[in-house]
């Protein structure tokens, strides 16, 4: 009789259910900031150096941003991958 009542409590453990909250991981903190503003020419007399130095540098904040999104759509779709297949 015993052993029936302890097979009964461990079978009664087993079937219990225990609800499990998955969260979505968060994105790493690089990949939240926002991206720099572009840089523009203010004044009358503009020369050839400033627009140069100011357009090479619009590109690199440019191409900044975009090596950023890159990285953080290739984080969100190997997150979600990882996320729905668990």
Known sequence: ??????????LAGCST???VARNFPTAPELL????KN???????KISIVDYTKTV?????LYHECAAKNSAWLD????????????
């Open 1 to 10: 009789m015993k052993l029936v009542l302890i097979l009964l409590l461990f």
């Open 56 to 60: 090479t540098e619009n590109y690199t």
């Open 75 to 86: 984080w969100y779709k190997k997150q979600k991958s990882i996320f729905e297949s668990e």
């Open 17 to 19: 259910t225990v609800p």
């Open 38 to 44: 572009l840089k523009q020419l203010t004044g009358e």
């Open 32 to 35: 939240q900031e926002p991206c």
